[in-house]
């Protein structure tokens, strides 16, 4: 039809107008609500961040003492939520099981299926779900290595909590290494929110057709999961070992990367909207030193990946194609330095993106956004006689 124009994988394309997320892909920049990402990495705390993306304000102190508290009250899963974990193999993608579980809480808390409910029913939903993601996580974890499942403790700061359930067992704490709590508050603020990337707008167009919040962000962790999006960060690490492996040489698979003829893409390069660079890479660069050295380890693909960088960025093909890292570039070494298995990162990236996949959700619902639902140019058959028996 002359009517339809065609975007496909909406490169110019606006879904949606919003008042969380402001990013200029030549410049750099990034903000939430007005707030650069270097003051709120640096300032913030992980879910002062999450407040802000979801209320539109950084909380007072007496706002963020009553959502933390508000938080803690639903940390615990209903206790059959274990029974479903049983019927994983122990070899299931934490990714996986993490949607399947997010998509169950409909049927533990059914309050969120209906569209119409009001504000401080949609906020229970908004506190279950932060407070349910990081023990649905840990515990995916647990139980694909056949170890007992930890309980939340409710004493214990979101991260702490979560590093608890992840790394202690049921009759000893996980031992608190301030340095590792700050390093992942901080990589899940700079995970926070992205405005219309390929899992936020997924949520939204979940939501759009009145679907539940739970299954909503479960159709924003399964869109994460590929490795063009969120799951870049573990085919990074694998990509490195895969470099360490083979020598260390780096220019042999900036050359597999460029050859059009071969699918290998450097991981972690390259990004949809920044042209420049991805701040929230810069950031974390920075401190993978940092994290590493306070940490005591010494890891050498992070070698690796600043050599692999130096020499992308000086050859044509990523120049011309303005190919920067990205924020999974160095998010990896960060996390395997804390004692993350492989299969996590990406895991770890959706708690970091909760809040703006709520945020996004909650603000599409408040605009009453129409059902998204696009058109298509048809290229199949025209009428044809059915073949006659
Ligand atoms: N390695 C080699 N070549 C690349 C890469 C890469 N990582 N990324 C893009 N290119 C080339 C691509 O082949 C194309 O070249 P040509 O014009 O000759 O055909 C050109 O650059 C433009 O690429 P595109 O695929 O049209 O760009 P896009 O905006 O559709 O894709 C991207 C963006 C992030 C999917 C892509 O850069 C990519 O696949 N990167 C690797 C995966 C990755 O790191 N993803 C994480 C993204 S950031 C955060 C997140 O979402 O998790």
Redesign the pocket.
Known sequence: SGLITLDV?F?NTGSTTSDITFLDGEKGILRHRGYSIEDLAEKSTFLEVAHLLIYGELPSATELAKFQHDISMHTLVHEDVRKIFDGFPATAHPMGVLSSLVTSLTAFHPESLDPNRNSEAVDLTIHRLLAKLPTLAAWSYKNGQGHPLVYPNNKMGYIENFMNMMFGLPTDEYEVNPAVIEALDKLLILHAD?EQ???AATVRVVGSSQASLYVSISGGINA?WG???????Q??IEMLEMIKADGGDVKKYIDK??D?NDP???????????KNF?PRAKIIKKHCDNVLNSLGVNDKTLEIAKHLEEVALQDE??IE?K?FP????YSGIIYRAIGFPVDMFTVL?AIGRLPGWIAQWKESREQKQAISRPRQIYTGHTLRPYPSK
Not at 264 to 274: A, C, I, K, N
Request: proline letters at 2%; hydrophobic letters at 40%; aromatic letters at 18%.
């Open positions: 994988g490169k992205h990337n390929c899992s994460l490795g063009l999006h969120g799951g870049a960060n085919k990074v990367a460029k059009p290998f893409r450097l991981m972690g390069f390259g990004h949809r909207v920044y991805d093909y990523f194609r190919l990205n924020v999974d570039f990236f």
